[in-house]
């Protein structure tokens, strides 16, 4: 019985052993078999995301990084912060009620590239704006076990101490103009001067932000030191937005409900 | 090095050299003020020691004898000696990033040794440096063999391995100063990425170019793997690392993709970067190494050609089970588990191949450790690749995860599997080719044996039992409906399994040591030995005709 249904496979598997019995005397014949047999699933996959509306949800009041929060996240990537910290609360109650409301696509929609993380040594952050102060982050970032005396997370207190490099920050957003985030000429124009002025009210510069950027954008000393621009600066300016680009995530979801 | 090159070939060289001087001068000079300025400057160096390697041997006799009679062994030889520095550096370098995880002090206190910074080196430190120089290595060696054809090209075998050498050092240097475009396992920025094509291509023309001169009708299954390794490694490199500049004068770059489309293509390559660097070459090896070590032919043909195609059409669809419950659409999250979960047949099929093929040589596993090595990698190739079924399973994500379940999986297939699988390779091909009667010494093979397996079962066992617990303290709700935990607990719990974790891998660490002490020894103690027949021939002249199939 098992004989007669299996025996068309049979004559199948008989029939592929002998074709690749002459196909593998013919390197290119093997070269495009692998070509073709490797490139279905990853196209089939990946092209649709691009083409697919319903893949990235609509929310109209999503806002763009400023060019300090854009500087803080490449000192993110820069130090490996995603390593430990994920930054994509997934749809699963206890991550709800631990982290917020589950990510939303559109939320990175503009995260060139995306910084989703894989592994949770430390918790996640993709709702870390605004639930510490920025006091307690810089002093978490200078000594973390003096904040948390459990934490395994490494010292970053040279930060305070490096002046941020801002004159490439032009550049930088004209690059992520290229490959699609809206950002206007005069934005990128202006990068240079609004870094700076985001992280010293006091200053003619920081009037500028909140035109560019809407009057919603927190224009402080992240870093509690009045007189210069530092690393921690850009790092807490943008730790202190993550979830805060848009509200889609909050008004989707209705929280209280299981 | 140079000997066995002709004139020509050592002007060739030499133009070489002197083109990557001059692009690490105007990369050092182009990028002054920022980090790509080093790398220029690395560049710079590398190409004038190479350049004074060539100059010093551009007069020298040329080779007199006719090359096509033997095999070209000089870049399989270094290649495997690179591997091995790569390993200790690599492998020492995750026992500190362990050990910082336990131990946080041990980060110390500069910019470079945070534990974000060095645990990419140790990544890329062990998976390209390590098993990259291991792969271009020993698939030298095998096309080699099993086309009965000598390298096509004297100047393109170096120019592979060292110019792959170059890509790991500017990673790995690239790493500690700060320059990253934070994509998993494809971290290095654009310039390395354009430099990794182009000396990925020069693989791709010499492995096909000498096929094409192979004095056997058939072509080796070991090479279907390996050519599948050069060719998909290829294409998700270049498209998972597509970005654009912010300036031609630094290094950082901001990924063509965002979000979602981003994550799909990061895990499309990185789980695929498994599948194809991690398993695809190492399949490789294990098809050529095993079967001549056990002097046994390959249990089933058609297993072979079953488990081949199955693990290159499934895996690509695999990547997605990485993103499970996240903002990825859910179509492409079922389709990624399931085929993740089909991916078992092939992946088992090839386990048991190999497995089957030592029937009759089990005596042989039993007294030679070497074998042994090869034996127990086939075997963790199996348990791994069930391990990663079971785990893209949407249920048993939810759980693994986001813990360190994840990473003890990943350590039951590099540990396990490809470190394995290719020390037995070395082991067995060292002697070979350095003419040696056998290793230095095989007690130290039998230690190192030892030493690794217990370093992989202890490090396996501490991350499935941090990760489990984790994973499960995660999602515990007290009787009044809120969570038990804060993560910060569940942190504390995890400390006793980082400390064995550190010390796993201390054990495997000293094994690697112990390795590359053996194979230095053998190199320059061990007694010579000619080996027979091992030098290109045509197959009717070695063997009567193979009877075909048909």
């Known amino acids: 019985m098992l004989r007669k249904i299996l025996s068309p496979f049979a004559r199948l598997f008989e029939f592929h052993a002998r074709t690749h019995y002459r196909t593998e005397r013919h390197s290119m014949a093997l070269t495009l078999g692998i070509i073709v047999a490797a490139g279905v699933g990853g196209f089939v996959e990946i092209a649709p995301l691009f083409t697919i509306d319903e893949t990235v949800e609509a929310a109209p009041d999503m806002r763009l990084y400023t060019p300090l929060e854009q500087a803080g996240r490449d000192i993110y990537i820069r130090e490996g912060c995603y390593a430990c910290h994920s930054q994509m609360i997934r749809t699963l109650q206890d991550e709800v009620d631990r982290y917020g409301p589950y990510s939303l696509a559109v939320e990175s929609q503009y995260d060139h590239p995306m910084l989703w993380g894989s592994k949770r040594t430390g918790p996640d952050l993709a709702r870390l704006g605004n639930k ?45 103009r290229a490959v699609g985030v809206p950002y206007s000429d005069e934005q990128i124009a202006n990068a ?20 560019r950027y809407g009057d919603a954008t927190s224009v402080r000393h992240f870093d509690g030191q009045r007189d210069r621009v530092t690393e921690m600066d850009a790092l807490v300016a943008y730790l202190q937005i993550l979830g805060g680009l848009t509200d889609a995530a909050f008004a989707n979801q209705p929280l209280g409900e299981d | 090095m140079m000997e066995r090159l002709t004139g020509a070939e050592r002007q060739i060289a030499l133009m070489i050299c002197v083109v990557m001087a001059i692009v690490g001068l105007v990369m050092a000079a182009a990028g002054h003020s920022d980090p790509l300025g080093i790398h ?162 020069v693989y791709f023309v010499l492995y096909i170019r000498t096929l094409a001169r192979r004095n056997e009708p058939h072509i080796y299954v070991a090479n279907w793997y390996y050519l599948a390794f050069i060719l998909v490694v290829a294409i998700l490199h270049i498209v998972n690392n597509l970005a654009v500049p912010a300036s031609l004068t630094g290094a950082k770059s901001y990924s063509a993709f965002a979000g979602v ?65 996240t903002a990825l659409p859910q179509w492409v999250q079922t389709l990624g588990m399931t085929f993740s979960v089909m991916l078992l047949v092939p992946s088992w099929a090839s386990a048991g191949n190999a497995l089957m093929t030592l029937n009759g040589a089990w005596h042989k596993v039993r007294d030679d450790a070497t074998l042994r090595f090869m034996m127990v990698a086939a075997v963790f190739y199996g348990l791994s690749t069930f391990e990663g079924s079971f785990m893209a399973v949407r249920a048993v994500n939810s759980l693994s995860h986001y813990t360190d379940w994840t990473v003890g999986h990943v350590h039951a297939g590099a540990m396990g599997w490809v470190a394995l699988i290719t020390f037995g390779s070395i082991y067995s091909v060292v002697p070979l ?109 070695a063997e009567p005709a193979v009877p075909a199939a048909e």
């Open chain 1, 192 to 211: 240079d001067a609004d870094a700076r002025g985001q992280a010293r009210p006091d200053t003619d510069a920081a009037d500028g932000v909140s035109e």
């Open chain 1, 132 to 176: 510490y102060s920025d006091d307690w982050h810089v002093r978490h970032l200078v000594d973390p076990r003096a904040v948390v005396p459990e934490s395994v997370m490494p010292q970053y207190a040279f930060l305070l101490d490096t002046t941020l490099e801002t004159e490439s920050l032009p550049d930088r957003l004209a690059a992520l």
């Open chain 2, 433 to 541: 080719l350095w003419k040696r009667e056998t290793m230095y010494s095989w007690k130290l093979v039998e230690w190192h044996f030892w030493l690794a397996l217990s370093g992989t079962v202890i490090y396996v066992f501490a991350m499935w039992n941090s990760g489990i617990i984790q994973g499960l303290m995660w999602r515990t709700y007290t009787e009044s409906g809120t969570l038990a935990y804060s993560f910060t607990d569940t942190l504390v719990a995890m400390h006793p399994y980082y400390v064995a974790r550190a010390c796993g891998g201390a054990l495997f660490l000293t094994g690697a040591i112990l390795a590359a002490y053996n194979v230095y020894m053998t190199i320059r103690h061990a007694p010579e030995k000619h080996p027979e027949r091992d030098y290109p021939t045509s197959s009717e002249a």
């Open chain 2, 40 to 201: 220029g400057a690395i560049v710079l160096v590398a190409a004038a020691i190479m350049t004074c390697f060539v100059l010093r041997a551009i007069g020298e006799p040329e080779p007199a004898e006719d090359r096509t009679n033997s095999y070209y062994d000089d870049p399989t030889k270094a290649g495997l000696v690179i591997a091995l520095f790569w390993a200790v550096v690599g492998m020492g370098m995750g026992v500190w990033v362990a050990a910082q995880l336990a131990w946080p002090d041990l980060r110390f206190d500069a910019a470079w040794s945070s534990f974000g910074r060095i645990r990419p080196v140790h990544t890329s430190g062990v998976i390209f440096g390590f098993g990259g120089n291991a792969l271009i290595a020993t698939s030298y060696h095998v096309m080699q063999r099993t086309s009965r054809a000598r390298l096509a090209g004297h100047v393109s075998p170096w120019f592979v391995l060292l110019g792959f050498n170059l890509f790991c050092i500017i990673a790995a240097s690239g790493y500690l100063i700060g320059v990253t475009q934070s994509k998993e396992y494809a971290e290095p920025e654009w310039y390395a990425d354009i430099w990794l094509v182009i000396v990925w291509v």
């Open chain 2, 261 to 325: 489309q981003d994550a799909m293509t990061q895990w499309w390559y990185g789980h695929n970067a498994v599948a194809f660097f991690l398993t695809a070459g190492f399949l490789g090896m294990l098809y050529y190494f095993l079967p001549k070590r056990a002097e046994r032919p390959i249990y089933s043909y058609r297993l072979s050609i079953l488990s081949f195609w199955g693990i290159v059409f499934f895996y690509i669809w695999a990547g997605s089970h990485h993103l499970h419950y």
